[in-house]
């Protein structure tokens, strides 16, 4: 698994957003996936995972409701979709996977196998 992620920028408070992740090693085994948050001085945040299928879909409280994720196996691409942007969301935003087709515990960052290298979303007020 080698995961890019791309899509991030600089937007206004209400705006939307949508971050892609590739898979460009083209992993053929099921694999979870999902996205994480960093903003400087707090702590790593879970914001949503999906299921090898598609199924499983489960977002961070502070997120539910405003992002949307799915994936593509066909593209091995997993999305963000963030509407409703909030100067709050403003963090490096890292696709993790794992290799299992669900992760069980999927708020906690270290049931992940492969973090991508992270990009920036700044959402200004």
């Known amino acids: 698994v080698q995961l890019q992620a791309s899509g991030g920028g600089l937007v206004q408070a209400g705006d939307s957003l949508r971050l892609s992740c590739e898979d460009s090693g083209r992993t053929s085994s099921p694999y979870a996936m999902g996205w994480f948050r960093q903003a400087p001085g707090k702590e790593r945040e879970f914001v949503a995972h999906?299921?090898?299928?598609?199924?499983?879909?489960l977002y961070g409280d502070s997120v539910k409701g405003r992002f949307i994720i799915s994936r593509d196996n066909n593209k091995n691409r997993v999305y963000l979709q963030m509407n409703s942007l909030k100067p709050e969301d403003t963090a490096v935003y890292y696709c993790v996977a794992a290799l299992t087709p669900v992760v069980d515990s999927a708020r906690t960052w270290t049931e992940y196998d492969y973090w991508g290298q992270g990009t920036q979303v700044t959402v200004s007020s």
């Open positions: 999906i299921g090898w299928t598609g199924s499983n879909i």
